[in-house]
């Protein structure tokens, strides 16, 4: 299973630009993005559905949803100019509160509903880099896109931030004795509530997420190291060295011994 990673932004926004149709593998962040296609196609998966964003179309994701940018795999790859613009929420949860309270029925605006404001304004902030410019834009292509959405309330994850929360955690503390019980207790949340939270929102099971987190770590142990397999299972947090083969064949599919001697060759 591809484990969505969390992607820390700092700026309040921030402006990827891209000139072909790029891949950028599954992650989530606890900010609003939008996606803009100038011309060509780029594909974007959001949740469990891929869309096509071709000429004028856009997407919207909102915070803590995994997505990605997918390759486009036609014989023919047109010529492709798209953007994402991630917006830091601190400056904007009062002006759209619909970030906060609600949640896209449909994120994807075909080119139809869309105007030429909105592709000035996403052209204009590809132009700068003055960072009360960038605000300005970022709030006035907000505003347009989001008046084109239909919205549904939330349904439960009362803190937005609680799934980056939760797995910058887990990313930092992996060689605990973690549990969904731990877990559950020391953010005050029920079981039940986060193992949800990780399925229905993160596409993984919580077990998944930290035997991959775990043997991500081993396997650039076992490249760049010379420490024992058995040295490098207690270190990810495995108790059990079988426990760990097993997890580490279900991830890689090579046991530890087979991978640590792929990589020494």
């Not at 869309?51 to 390759?71: M, R």
């Not at 937005?160 to 503390?173: A, K």
């Amino acid at each position: 299973m591809n484990r969505p990673y969390f992607e820390n932004q700092p700026q309040k926004v921030f402006v990827m630009h891209k000139y072909q149709s790029y891949p950028f593998k599954t992650h989530f962040h606890g900010f609003i993005e939008l996606a803009y296609c100038f011309y060509g196609i780029q594909l974007v998966k959001i949740g469990d559905t891929v869309y096509e964003l071709k000429a004028g179309d856009a997407a919207v994701i909102f915070p803590n949803t995994v997505h990605e940018y997918l390759p486009y795999e036609g014989e023919d790859c047109p010529e492709t100019e798209s953007i994402s613009v991630m917006c830091n929420l601190n400056f904007l949860s009062e002006t759209f509160p619909e970030i906060i309270n609600s949640y896209p029925i449909n994120p994807f605006i075909p080119a139809n509903d869309t105007s030429e404001k909105l592709a000035l304004a996403c052209r204009k902030i590809t132009e700068t880099q003055n960072s009360a410019e960038l605000i300005g834009w970022a709030y006035i292509i907000l505003s347009l896109l989001l008046a084109s959405l239909s919205y549904t309330t939330k349904n439960g994850y009362s803190d937005i931030n609680l799934p980056s929360l939760i797995t910058s955690y887990i990313n930092d503390n992996f060689a605990e004795p973690l549990t969904i019980n731990f877990i559950a207790k020391k953010f005050g949340y029920s079981p039940s509530y986060i193992a949800h939270l990780f399925c229905d929102q993160l596409k993984i099971p919580f077990k998944t997420y930290l035997n991959s987190v775990r043997c991500d770590f081993a396997e650039k142990e076992l490249r760049t190291t010379k420490k024992s397999i058995t040295e490098i299972a207690h270190l990810a947090g495995y108790s059990s060295l079988n426990t760990f083969s097993r997890c580490f064949k279900n991830h890689t599919g090579k046991t530890p011994t087979e991978f640590k001697n792929m990589s020494a060759g």
